[in-house]
């Protein structure tokens, strides 16, 4: 009986979610040892995309272990049926965002390109997208907001996850509040839609990275306050960082929390009227 109330207890969303934790834990720390001892040139140019890959790579293991070992169930949020097409409609879902972002902070008057760059600029942001958006994905929808939903319903799960997704970006370089704000309101919510509509993180990973690497790697602007050469070459604006998104980025801008938030909110609509939310102590399955 003992043993009974220990399992009970083991399997308990609660529970879960702290191992996945020390799961996450573990695999930071061995990214973290194995690019410490790897030569200085695996940190440039193309050895980055190589990083992003081993990164991303190490997480779908781990996500592929905490799902066959503590839940005892395949990782169906990851299986390869329908990945192709929800992917794809991510990737272009995500450039379509960024660019009307980018085409309304145009408009008011905060973007100008001046030049552009070879193709040579684009290695550190692949690498950067990988690192990004597939461990990202996985942590927070994947095992999070997962987790938290059948734990205390889509509601909460909803909500705490855009949150803690927000509060982490202020550790990033020229972050404020308004821009864990924003990144909350956009990213956090959005996302999180997409993994409710479909139950697979296929297609959150899709908005994710080609957000990220539209920002980043096409209109050449900070991504989450990370300075980066894409592209092409925008002039320094004089705009309200209202308008630009200042030194974070344009993700802190008011056209991306309308635009992309706007579009998350269409999302949630969509879920709710498919009933994919869920109450407390409810299971989901990726939809077929």
């Known amino acids: 009986m003992a043993a009974d109330r220990i399992e009970r207890r083991a399997r308990h969303p609660g529970a879960e979610l702290g191992i996945a934790m020390a799961f996450v834990g573990v695999t930071l ?28 790579a190490a ?32 990737l272009a879902i995500g450039l379509v965002l960024f660019s009307t972002v980018v085409a309304a902070i145009w408009a008011l008057g905060g973007y100008r390109v001046i030049g552009h760059n070879g193709m040579g600029v684009l290695p550190p942001v692949i690498g950067m997208v990988l690192v990004s ?38 550790l990033n370089p020229g972050a404020t509040w308004l821009a864990a704000v924003a990144i909350a309101l956009e990213a956090g919510v959005m996302l999180a839609a997409l993994y409710m509509l479909t139950r697979r993180l296929w297609a959150a990973i899709g908005v994710h990275a080609a957000w990220n690497f539209a920002q980043g790697g096409i209109y050449g602007i900070a991504v989450s306050g990370n ?51 869920v109450g407390r102590g409810m299971r989901t399955e990726p939809l077929s």
């Open 227 to 277: 300075a980066t050469r894409g592209l092409l070459v925008p002039a320094p604006s004089d705009a309200s960082p209202l308008v630009t998104g200042g030194a974070f980025g344009a993700e802190a801008s008011l056209p991306a929390i309308v635009v992309a938030t706007a579009f998350g909110a269409a999302m949630l609509w969509l879920a709710w009227r498919r009933g994919c939310f």
């Open 133 to 170: 958006a597939i461990p990202e994905e996985i942590v927070f929808r994947g095992l999070f907001f997962r987790l938290i939903e059948r734990w205390l319903g889509s509601g909460a799960a909803l909500a705490l996850s855009a949150a803690l997704f927000g509060a982490m970006h202020l």
């Open 59 to 90: 997480f779908v293991a781990m996500y592929v272990a905490f799902c066959r070992i503590v839940e005892r169930r395949p990782p169906r949020e990851l299986v390869p049926a329908g990945a192709a097409i929800e992917l794809g409609a991510g």
């Open 29 to 56: 720390v061995a990214l973290s040892l194995v690019a410490r001892v790897l030569p200085p040139a695996w940190h440039e140019g193309v050895g980055r995309i190589v990083l992003g890959a081993l990164a991303a």
